[in-house]
């Protein structure tokens, strides 16, 4: 039998996930989130989180070696994400890989998390055409990076507070939606409903989405109070403001760069007007396929082969 694939493990968050790979082909990826326990918390709680994790990590993982149809001895590699991640959810994972790696006679490679976000576009080529801007959006990081190879990734700009998934999802809870709110207020976003003028962000800076949530959150409750609540108004207000705020600090910064190609990656980049202004406004762009914008296992043994194995090959 001969040993030729990746097995790749993320848990840096609520996602348990478990990919198996075949160089930068993904043969099967298998995620069990606990959104469902979460919802209640109207957020992650790190110790749920982490023990969710221990209880299903062992399932993920049978049932992915079950679906990619191999057995354990064929794999000859194994990576997981070891930063950056709430540190007990991180810690299943790395355990998890660590026994593996000791039982199978095999390595074991640590991945940084935010960089396989940036490759997530990619998934399943096999080159990739250097440089290229990448923003990532998610519930923790909102950066704009700079990459010139696997090795040689630079942050160009980030947030200064929160990040612009939890800014959604902080929206979405005054509004009485459930979590994750970004694909709530995504669902019920309507163009035609945007009458809200919110401020515009310097577009030089860091990003930063504090003020505007405040903003958001005082509007709720001026108009709960007079009992003139419009929640798609609000939602679409607010979506068209977040996405405009993102895609014109691509813009500026793809300009002072002069890089042609842009990609986005993180939780946010399944938005559907996020998707529908990059590609109208940027050329030579790359969006995730939906399973792939969300925290996973595969852009994790993506990433892992064009840092480590893309070179011998
Ligand atoms: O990358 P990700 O799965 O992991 C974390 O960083 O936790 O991103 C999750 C974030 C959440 O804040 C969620 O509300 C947001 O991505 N998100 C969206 C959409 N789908 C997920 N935000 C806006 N529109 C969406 N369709």
């Given at each position: 039998m001969i040993k030729k694939y990746t097995l790749a493990i993320e848990t840096s968050c609520d996602d348990t996930s478990i990919a198996i790979l075949d160089e930068y082909k993904v043969i099967c990826c298998v995620?069990?989130?606990?959104?469902?326990?979460?919802?209640?918390?109207?957020?992650?709680?790190?110790?749920?989180?982490?023990?969710?994790?221990e209880e299903y990590i062992l399932d993920v993982y049978k049932e992915c070696l079950e679906k990619a149809n191999i057995s354990c001895n064929q794999i000859k590699y194994i990576c997981y994400t070891n930063?950056?991640?709430?540190?007990?959810?991180l810690h299943v994972g790395e355990i998890f890989a660590?026994?593996?790696?000791?039982?199978?006679?095999?390595?074991?490679?640590?991945?940084?998390?935010?960089?396989?976000?940036?490759?997530?576009?990619?998934?399943?080529?096999?080159?990739?055409?250097?440089?290229?801007?990448?923003?990532?959006?998610?519930?923790?990081?909102?950066?704009?990076?700079?990459?010139?190879?696997?090795?040689d990734i630079q942050e160009l700009v980030k947030t200064k507070d929160d990040a612009i998934g939890e800014t959604f999802d902080k929206v979405a809870k005054?509004?009485?939606?459930?979590?994750?709110?970004?694909?709530?207020?995504?669902?019920?976003?309507?163009?035609?409903?945007?009458?809200?003028?919110?401020?515009?962000?310097?577009?030089?800076?860091?990003f930063s989405f504090s003020g505007?949530?405040?903003?958001?959150?005082?509007?709720?409750?001026?108009?709960?109070?007079?009992?003139?609540?419009?929640?798609?108004v609000i939602a679409s207000s607010f979506m068209d403001w977040a996405i405009t705020t993102l895609t014109d600090k691509l813009k500026y910064f793809k300009e002072k760069y002069n890089v042609e190609n842009v990609c986005?990656?993180?939780?946010?980049?399944s938005n559907s007007l996020f998707k529908e202004r990059i590609k109208f406004l940027f050329k030579s762009s790359y969006v995730p396929q939906k399973e792939y914008s969300c925290d996973n296992a595969a852009m994790i043994g993506y990433f892992f082969y064009h840092l480590y194995l893309s070179k011998n090959n």
């Open positions: 995620t069990k989130d606990s959104t469902s326990e979460l919802n209640s918390y109207g957020g992650v709680v790190p110790e749920i989180a982490s023990r969710k994790h930063e950056p991640g709430l540190p007990g959810s660590k026994s593996l790696s000791f039982l199978l006679d095999i390595e074991c490679y640590p991945i940084n998390h935010i960089y396989s976000h940036i490759f997530s576009a990619f998934i399943n080529s096999k080159d990739i055409t250097y440089p290229f801007l990448s923003l990532i959006a998610s519930g923790k990081t909102t950066s704009i990076f700079l990459i010139k190879s696997p090795q005054k509004l009485n939606l459930n979590y994750p709110g970004g694909p709530e207020i995504d669902k019920i976003f309507d163009k035609n409903k945007v009458l809200l003028n919110l401020p515009k962000q310097q577009i030089d800076n860091d505007i949530k405040s903003h958001i959150l005082r509007i709720i409750d001026q108009q709960s109070n007079s009992n003139i609540l419009d929640i798609v986005i990656g993180g939780g946010v980049a």
